[in-house]
Nanobody, 122 residues
């Protein structure tokens, strides 16, 4: 079992940065691939970024490529999402997820956090 708790969301202006954190409980955190997804009001949950359990492979949605960076610290049981050059269209609830497969598909993830709100004002 893995429990995930996101933090770091907030209200920011266009062009600024935020760093989201996702703290995981459970001694097997290091064996899970981790992903970030987001869901805006009235829209489906969408993939943002993923990182393999080793941290050696990362993947991003085209909409965030070059602006967002996913990273992990297995010693701290934490995964991060550094978000730069934020845009109003990045406004959403951001969720972290853990799964056995490094994937951009949400149904490949078994454990989910409760989400953290990110709002980008224009």
């Amino acid at each position: 079992q893995v429990q995930l708790v996101e933090s770091g969301g907030g209200l920011v202006q266009t062009g600024t940065s935020l760093r989201l954190s996702c703290a995981a409980s459970g001694r097997t955190f290091g064996s899970y691939a981790m992903g970030w997804f987001r869901q805006a009001p009235g829209k489906e949950r969408e993939f943002v970024a993923a990182i393999a359990w080793t941290g050696g492979s990362t993947g991003y949605a085209d909409s965030v490529k070059g602006r967002f960076t996913i990273s992990r610290d297995n010693a701290k049981n934490t995964v991060y999402l550094q978000m730069n050059s934020l845009k109003p269209e990045d406004t959403a609830v951001y969720y972290c997820a853990a799964g056995e497969t490094y994937s951009g598909r949400y149904h490949n993830y078994d454990y989910w956090g409760q989400g953290t709100q990110v709002t980008v004002s224009s």
